[in-house]
């Protein structure tokens, strides 16, 4: 399996792959897909990663960069989608490791809304003081490449839809 930046012919496995996946999740609002065409519009996604196995498209990561609170540097990793067949083997894991690796040279640290039974395996957290909007707070979950505990909203870039407050 390979893991790398997407391309242009990959335009419609992607948005298979990410439209599938999110059906298993009941929080999923069947936008995802168009959130990554819009953030892809708008030239904001500063990862768009791909996972290829047997010229197939089997998983993708989008990461945008983000503010928490005052504080910009921030990565936001999502969507994250693996196609269902194929979860369960270890490529979400390898999207995640490698966006990590990328983010950890140009950001402050990494932030996601997702369920923490997942994301801690890769050292995200929860931060009492991070939030976004309304959502339950142990969803809101950093990973900080200094000593600094991320304070504040977590503010996604406008592609995603969210009405947030700085
Ligand atoms: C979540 C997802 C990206 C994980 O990718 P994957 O390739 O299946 O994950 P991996 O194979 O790397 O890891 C599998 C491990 O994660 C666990 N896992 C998967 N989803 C989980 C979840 N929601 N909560 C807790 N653990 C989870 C599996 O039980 C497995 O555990 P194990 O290693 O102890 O056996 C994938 O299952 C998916 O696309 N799900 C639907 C969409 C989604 O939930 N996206 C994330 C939110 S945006």
């Given at each position: 399996?390979?893991?790398?930046?997407?391309?242009?012919?990959?335009?419609?496995?992607?948005?298979?792959?990410?439209?599938?996946?999110?059906?298993?999740?009941?929080?999923?609002?069947?936008?995802?897909?168009?959130?990554?065409?819009?953030?892809?519009?708008?030239?904001?996604?500063?990862?768009?990663?791909?996972?290829?196995?047997?010229?197939?498209?089997?998983?993708?990561?989008?990461?945008s960069?983000?503010?928490?609170?005052?504080?910009?540097?921030?990565?936001?990793?999502?969507?994250?989608?693996v196609?269902?067949?194929?979860?369960?083997?270890?490529?979400?894991?390898?999207?995640?490791?490698?966006?990590?690796?990328?983010?950890r040279?140009?950001?402050?640290?990494?932030?996601?809304?997702?369920?923490?039974?997942?994301?801690?395996?890769?050292?995200?957290?929860?931060?009492?003081?991070?939030?976004?909007?309304?959502?339950?707070?142990?969803?809101?979950q950093?990973?900080?490449?200094?000593?600094?505990?991320?304070?504040?909203?977590?503010?996604?870039?406008?592609?995603?839809?969210?009405?947030?407050?700085?």
């Amino acid at each position: 399996m390979l893991i790398r930046n997407e391309i242009d012919r990959d335009l419609p496995a992607i948005r298979e792959v990410v439209t599938e996946a999110m059906k298993m999740l009941p929080q999923a609002t069947g936008t995802e897909a168009a959130i990554i065409d819009r953030l892809r519009a708008d030239n904001a996604l500063s990862l768009s990663l791909v996972a290829e196995d047997g010229g197939e498209v089997v998983g993708y990561l989008a990461a945008s960069d983000a503010r928490i609170g005052a504080a910009s540097g921030w990565g936001l990793i999502g969507p994250l989608a693996v196609r269902p067949p194929r979860q369960g083997q270890g490529i979400g894991s390898a999207l995640m490791a490698e966006a990590i690796l990328r983010l950890r040279a140009t950001c402050k640290g990494a932030a996601l809304v997702g369920d923490p039974g997942y994301y801690g395996r890769f050292g995200f957290r929860f931060f009492p003081k991070l939030r976004v909007g309304s959502c339950p707070p142990r969803f809101v979950q950093a990973l900080s490449f200094d000593t600094r505990a991320p304070k504040g909203e977590l503010i996604h870039h406008s592609a995603f839809g969210l009405e947030q407050q700085g």
